[in-house]
C-alpha cells in the first residue's frame, strides 16, 4: 500500500470525523495529503455520543505527536443533526438490541445518514473554500450500509457538484481495503505511534462502552463495530508476522 499521491495538493479538504478509527485514519491521510484539512462531526442523538468527546481528544493528540500535522489542521466544526435521531427507529439511536432486520441490513443502519452528512458538510465546504470531502465509507468490511457503497457515493458527488456548481470531490481512502489494512495505513502514515493513538483514544462501539480495555482499544467487543474492529487488528498483527 503506497501513500496518497500529490502529498503537496494545495487544495483544502473537509474530514468527516466522528472520532473513530476508520474517520482517524482518513484525517491522518488527509492531513498528509492536503495542505489545510478541517474536521466536521455530527451530533445526532447517536447512543455512543462520547465520540464526541473522544473527537477533540485525537485532535489534540494527533497535533501534539506530528506537528507537521498539527501545522494544518484547521478548524472543527459540529452540526447538531438532532433530527435526523427524532425519525430514526435504529438501534444506533434507541436502547435496543442490535439484531439484523428482514431487509438483511443491521438495525444500526440509519437510512439517509451519509447522505445528509456528506449534504451539510458539502454546504459548509463551500463555504470554507474546500474542494474536498474526506470520509471512513468503506464496502469491504463493512456492516452492508447502502449509504458506504462506492456508488452511491460516486452519484452524490456528480449531485452536490452539480448543486454547488462547482467541483466538490469525495474522497473515500478506505472504500476498498479491508479493517487489517486500515490498521496497515495508518501505521505506514504515522508509524506505531499513530496506532498507539488509534488504540487509546479513538472510539468505535456502537454502545459507547470505554470501559473495557482491548487490545484494538476500548469497547464492547460484541457489537458489529467491535467485532470489525477486532478482527482487522489481529489480521493487522497475522499480516505482521508473516511478514517478519
Not at 499513530?194 to 484494538?216: D, F, K, M, P, S
Request: hydrophobic share 40%; glycine share 10%; aromatic share 8%.
Amino acid at each position: 500500500m503506497s501513500l496518497p499521491p500529490q502529498a503537496n495538493s494545495t487544495r483544502k479538504a473537509l474530514v468527516l470525523f466522528s472520532g473513530g478509527q476508520d474517520s482517524t485514519a482518513c484525517l491522518a491521510w488527509a492531513l498528509e495529503r492536503y495542505a489545510q484539512v478541517e474536521t466536521i462531526g455530527f451530533d445526532y442523538g447517536q447512543r455512543h455520543r462520547i465520540e464526541l468527546d473522544c473527537r477533540q481528544t485525537v485532535r489534540r493528540e494527533l497535533a501534539a505527536q506530528f506537528p507537521a500535522w498539527g501545522a494544518k489542521l484547521g478548524d472543527d466544526h459540529v452540526l447538531d443533526l438532532a433530527l435526523l435521531g427524532q425519525i430514526s427507529d435504529t438501534a444506533l439511536t434507541e436502547s435496543r438490541a442490535i439484531e439484523m432486520q428482514a431487509n438483511g441490513l443491521p438495525n444500526t443502519f440509519v437510512p439517509g445518514r451519509n447522505l445528509l452528512f456528506l449534504s451539510f458538510a458539502a454546504t459548509l465546504a463551500y463555504r470554507r473554500g474546500a474542494s474536498v470531502l474526506v470520509g471512513g465509507m468503506c464496502e469491504t468490511d463493512y456492516s452492508g450500509y447502502p449509504d458506504c457503497r462506492d456508488n452511491t457515493l460516486k452519484a452524490l458527488q456528480v449531485a452536490l457538484s452539480l448543486g454547488l456548481d462547482q467541483p466538490m470531490t469525495i474522497e473515500t481512502p478506505l472504500m476498498f481495503i479491508t479493517k487489517a489494512q486500515t490498521w496497515a495505513l495508518t501505521e505506514q502514515l504515522g508509524g506505531a505511534a499513530l496506532n498507539a493513538l488509534v488504540i487509546e483514544h479513538t472510539h468505535t462501539c456502537y454502545l459507547g462502552e470505554r470501559q473495557q480495555r482491548h487490545a484494538w482499544g476500548y469497547g464492547c467487543g460484541s457489537c458489529p463495530a467491535c467485532e470489525l474492529r477486532a478482527q482487522g487488528y489481529e489480521g493487522f498483527l497475522a499480516q505482521q508476522r508473516a511478514g517478519a
